[in-house]
């Protein structure tokens, strides 16, 4: 079987045929299979690999490590057979290769008509992560915790449901009869009741330390991690409920999702320099970043006993003072973003050292600048893109001020606000709330006063005088407004017109501006998009420090990932015991999602390279969706003896799924086939 070109009546451009050597007594003839058009797009020196990789597919053999070019082209070939191909010398080789390999297949005849198909089963996310659910040696690790094995598969459902469709505990059932699990994983899948899938969240739970070592330790043998560094950093997820019974459920003005109105857990991560979780740690909810540092400290010590702790990289919401010394006082090595207050004593440095070009591009320029003071090295670094942003962020902040002065100047001008105590305290809580900004504003405020002057030979009407007097003791309160004052001498004024016109009355307005000082915001202005890093380690260059800190990216992802992806957010559970469960077993999920990732990225799938738009990305967010439309399906025969056969086989895998399993390192061979004859 071989490709040909022939030239064509109709079109400047070649035919191109499939065909093969048929023998015929003693001539050798070619005998077209297939007419292939004139825009498939086949080079000539993959045509010879491409009609091999036919032919094996139309035999019933499949080749796992074709390229994924030729794998699409064959996609094609032997859809274009199925419609339009002659199948008769086809059927003649798949006999003869039977009977050359003594295969014994059941045969049997069917009523074609009369074939069913369905009961089909997503199976191309639930293949993937039961296969890292081995791969990471999780039923070893939960057998040796004691878990039974009805109880392994369960948790195995409960993680792989959070990696795949994050439904309740509740809904897993439900779940369950939409994906491939009773194929994979279990028999029947009426056993598996929501109450399971609640119990072996509390039994996770209760051994999350030792199933976390024996996971990262399993990890660290497969994936050959590095332990040098440990990126630290927290984050907080919020509840649907009061949450009563739950001690560590509490309200924290400094909720990041900025739901004050739930409670909220605090949630640490230390993860490895590759991304991979080493550690976690739930916290109440009003734990800062600073108070949580020493905790953790315990935990990596107790981790490596014996050994030097690895360099900790924090960001700045971490740092204090006190942490600094206490991770001096443990011996380890950091690399921390400062506060803002230390910054300010570099502001020459900034504004006059020379830096360097660490990184150029269109989106981003940083610029570093390496200055030691004592046993601290500091990386003095400029980053356009953070520029752009911090300076976004200070217009949006300086509108917002803006418009609560205006509001206020407007108040003061209608006489809806008089007191001025009342606007002292209206100016405190616009400074309190808009304290990013309103440091370099010069707010203002003067109170309007009301006099008024006799002549001593005036000769005024008492009334008159009376009015007046009562007037300028309420201006004085301030119980009035000048607008209302003004009205009420307007009546006066026609009431009492010879008299009024005697008096030298003087009404000075209320005063109120806010504005920017111009000197102050240009300073802060120039500083846009610096930040200062430090580390006690002297064996690092500038370069060093800034790749070693912007790993913090990773924790980043990995919170991202777990409240997204893995729907950590919002949690539904009240008790303290469910509520940790909840978030290891997202947890775990995260182990599989990370380590699916890494092994695409691992295997040279990177942005921009090979024949498939899914390349542009190895989120498993994306390999989820492309795979979803591999199934399990029933197959059912009528046979011309009356016997029915149930086929239970999962479906040819597209190019696109082949090229995925393979990069993970997946054989679809070892799926299971199921065969009843009714």
Known sequence: MFLREKKSKNSKLPVLQLVENIRQGDKVSQRLIVSLGTHLPVSKEIRKQVSRAVKQRLLGQTSFFDDPQVTVIVDRIIKKIQTDGKWDSVRKQVQAFKQETKDAPQTAEVFVDDVQHGYDRALGPLFIGHTFWNRLGFPDILAKRGFSDAQIKTAEISVLNRLIAQDSEHAIPSWIKTAAVEDLIIDKAEDYGDDRFHSISDRLFKHQKKIEEALYERENDLFHLNNAMCLYDLTNTYFEGSCPSNPKAQFNKNQKEKRTDCRQIVIALVLDQQGFIRRHHVFNGKMTDVKSLAHILKILKKDFQGTELPTLIMDRGVVSDANIELLKSYGVKYIVATRSGEEKHFTDDFLNSDFKVLKNNKNNKVEIFLKREGAETFLLCKSTLRKAKE???????????????????????????????????????????????????????????????????????????????????????????????????????????????????????????????????????????NYLLKTNREDLSDCDIWNMYVMLTRVESAFRTLKTDLKLRPNFHQKEPRVEGHVFIGILAYHLLHSIEHTLRTNGCSRGRGPFLWTASTSWATIKRVVSNHTYSSIILPTTSGTVIHLRKPGIPEAIHEEIYRKLMINTKDLPVKKIYA
């Open 391 to 529: 300076q976004s962020m200070r217009n949006q902040a300086e509108e917002r001020l803006d418009k609560d002065i205006a509001k206020l100047a407007k108040l003061i001008k209608t006489g809806r606000r008089v007191d001025p105590f009342a606007v002292e305290r209206s100016i405190g809580r616009i400074k309190q709330r808009h304290s990013a900004v309103a440091h370099y504003y010069e707010i203002a405020y003067i109170p309007f006063s009301f006099e008024y002057r006799v002549h001593r030979d005036a000769v005024i009407p008492k009334r008159l005088l009376n009015s007046l007097l009562k007037l300028k003791e309420k201006a004085d309160q301030y119980k009035i407004s000048s607008v209302k004052l003004k009205a009420d001498l307007e009546k006066l004024s026609q009431k009492y017109p010879r008299g009024y016109g005697k008096i030298r009355i003087t009404i000075r307005e209320a005063f109120f501006s806010g504005e920017p000082i111009d000197e102050k915001r240009e300073q802060l202005q120039a500083l846009d998009g």
